[in-house]
C-alpha cells in the first residue's frame, strides 16, 4: 500500500515524504481510514509499530478542514502517561502538520505551568497533556473543552498502571459527549476492556500486534549469572562485543545510578534515566543517547517507557521486570521497525520466581547461554514450562477519599503471581 492511497492531503503528504516513510505500517494503514470515517478505534499496537502517525496523520487530515481553535479551546486531545511520550508525539504533530496551518501544543507536569498556560491562551487545535497536568490547567481556567471532537488515549495500558485512572475519569467528564475516542494499548486487559466500556462506542477494532509477534521478532536469550556478576559480565560483552549502542533496563532508580557510575568507570560513556532526574536532565540524556554522544543509556521501565529510540541494536536486563508484561515491552525496544537486534537477560538465583513468570506469559523457555569465566556459582535452577494460561491482573480502582490522599497514597497491585507496591505516577 502506498500513502498517497489513503486520503490524506498533499500538505500532509510531503512531511510524510520528507520524513522519509515509504509505506504506511500495518497499524497506520489500518488506523488512518478507521479515525477518518470518524467512528470510535480500539487499536492494539505497541511502540515501534509507527502507532502515532496512525492516529496523529487523519486527526491533522480531518482537523484541517473545520474552524480553528477558539480561545482557550482545544479540537483534539490527546493523553499520554508520560512527559516523555507527550513530547515525542507532539514532535510528530509539529512533523507531519509541518505544511498546515493547525497549532499544536503540549503540557505535561514537572516543569512551569505559566509558559503552558500563555501557550494555551489563543487555543490550539491539538493538545497533548499528561492527565495531573491537564487537570491543574483545567482547574485555573486556561483550557476548555467546549468544541473537543476527538479525545485520544496513548498507551492507555501504561496509564492504568501507572494508577491514573481517577484523572482520566473526572478528564473524560469534563468533554463534550459527543466525540470521537480513539484508544491505543499495548495490550487489551480486563481493565482496558472496563474502561473502553464506558468511553467508546460500536468501535472499529484493529490488533496489529499480537503479544507474541514482537518477541518472536526478536533474538532473545539469558545469562545465568550471580548477581555481584551482573556489572562485570555486562562491561565485558560491551568491549568484547564493541557494542554500539545499548539500552540497560535497572529495577531500580539507585540501581541505575550505580550501573551507570561503573560503566564511566571502566571508560564506556553511560548515563541514567529515571524519574528522580529533573525533565531537563532527562531530555538530555535522551539527546546525547540518540546522537550517539553516549553509548549506554540505563532507565527504569518508567522512565523508558515510550522513549522513542530508532534502530536499538541491544537491549539489556540487568535485572528481570517485576510485572512480567514488562519483559514483552522491554524486549520491543530491540528489532524495531523491521531491524534485527538482540535482548539479553542476566537472571540471578533470586530471580528465578520472575523468570518462570516471564516464561509462562511467552509461553516458552528463554534460551539460556553460558560465558567462560561467569558462571554462577549459585546455579539457576532448570525451568519448567507452566501451560496454566496467564491470567490478566486486576487493578484495585477504589476512589481515594480526598485530593490529598491521593497525592500521597501508595497504588497497591496484587495479581496472583506476583505482588507490588509502587507510587503513583506523578512521582515516578
Ligand atoms: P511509533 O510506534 O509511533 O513510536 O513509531 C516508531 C518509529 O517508526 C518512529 O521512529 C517513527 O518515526 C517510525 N515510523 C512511523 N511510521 C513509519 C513508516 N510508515 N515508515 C517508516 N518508519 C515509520
Redesign the pocket.
Same mark, same amino acid.
Given at each position: 500500500m502506498n500513502?498517497s492511497e489513503l486520503n490524506l492531503r498533499q500538505e500532509i503528504l510531503k512531511s510524510?515524504t520528507k520524513?522519509?516513510?515509504?509505506?504506511?505500517?500495518p497499524?497506520?494503514a489500518q488506523a488512518i481510514p478507521a479515525v477518518l470515517s470518524g467512528r470510535d478505534v480500539m487499536a492494539a /499496537?505497541?511502540?515501534?509499530?509507527?502507532?502515532?502517525?496512525?492516529f496523529t496523520l487523519p486527526i491533522l487530515e480531518k482537523l484541517s478542514y473545520g474552524t480553528l481553535a477558539r480561545e482557550n479551546q482545544v479540537r483534539a486531545l490527546i493523553l499520554t502517561p508520560t512527559r516523555e511520550l507527550a513530547a515525542?508525539v507532539h514532535d510528530?504533530i509539529r512533523q507531519y502538520g509541518d505544511n498546515l496551518q493547525l497549532r499544536s501544543g503540549v503540557v505535561f507536569g514537572g516543569v512551569k505551568i505559566n509558559p503552558q498556560m500563555k501557550a494555551l491562551r489563543g487555543g490550539v487545535d491539538i493538545l497533548v497533556a499528561t492527565p495531573g497536568r491537564l487537570l491543574d490547567l483545567y482547574s485555573q481556567n486556561t483550557v476548555r473543552f467546549k468544541f473537543l471532537e476527538i479525545l485520544v488515549l496513548d498507551e492507555a495500558d501504561r496509564m492504568l498502571d501507572m494508577g491514573f485512572i481517577h484523572d482520566i475519569k473526572k478528564i473524560l467528564k469534563l468533554l463534550p459527549t459527543k466525540r470521537q475516542n480513539l484508544l491505543f494499548s499495548a495490550t487489551f486487559s480486563v481493565d482496558i476492556r472496563n474502561l473502553a466500556k464506558g468511553l467508546i462506542h460500536n468501535p472499529i477494532e484493529i490488533s496489529v500486534t499480537p503479544r507474541n509477534t514482537t518477541v518472536e521478532a526478536v533474538n532473545h536469550f539469558l545469562y545465568p549469572v550471580d548477581k555481584n556478576q551482573k556489572t562485570a559480565i555486562l562491561i565485558k560483552l560491551i568491549k568484547d562485543l564493541n557494542w554500539e549502542q545499548a539500552l540497560v533496563f535497572s529495577r531500580t532508580k539507585h540501581g541505575a545510578n550505580k550501573i551507570t557510575k561503573q560503566l564511566i568507570a571502566k571508560g564506556i560513556s553511560a548515563i541514567a534515566i529515571h524519574g528522580n532526574k529533573s525533565q531537563g536532565a532527562r531530555t538530555r540524556a535522551l539527546t546525547n543517547f540518540k546522537s550517539g554522544e553516549i553509548r549506554i543509556l540505563v532507565a527504569t521501565d518508567i522512565a523508558a517507557r515510550?522513549i522513542?529510540i530508532?534502530k536499538l541494536p541491544q537491549v539489556v536486563n540487568y535485572d528481570l521486570p517485576q510485572v512480567p508484561e514488562d519483559y514483552i515491552h522491554r524486549i520491543g525496544r530491540t528489532g524495531? /521497525?523491521g531491524e534485527s537486534g538482540e535482548a539479553i537477560s542476566f537472571v540471578s538465583y533470586d530471580e528465578f520466581d520472575l523468570l518462570k513468570n516471564i516464561e509462562r506469559l511467552l509461553k516458552q523457555l528463554i534460551e539460556r547461554k553460558e560465558i567462560e569465566g561467569f558462571v554462577p556459582t549459585t546455579a539457576l535452577p532448570q525451568s519448567k514450562l507452566d501451560t496454566r494460561p496467564f491470567k490478566p491482573k486486576k487493578i484495585k480502582t477504589s476512589r481515594p477519599k480526598n485530593k490529598h490522599q491521593n497525592q500521597k497514597s501508595f497504588k497497591k497491585k496484587t495479581n496472583r503471581y506476583n505482588t507490588r507496591v509502587k507510587k503513583p505516577a506523578k512521582s515516578i
Open positions: 500513502f510524510i520524513k522519509g516513510y515509504l509505506e504506511p505500517t497499524i497506520q /499496537a505497541q511502540t515501534g509499530t509507527g502507532k502515532t502517525a496512525g515525542q510528530n515510550g522513542d530508532e524495531r /521497525a
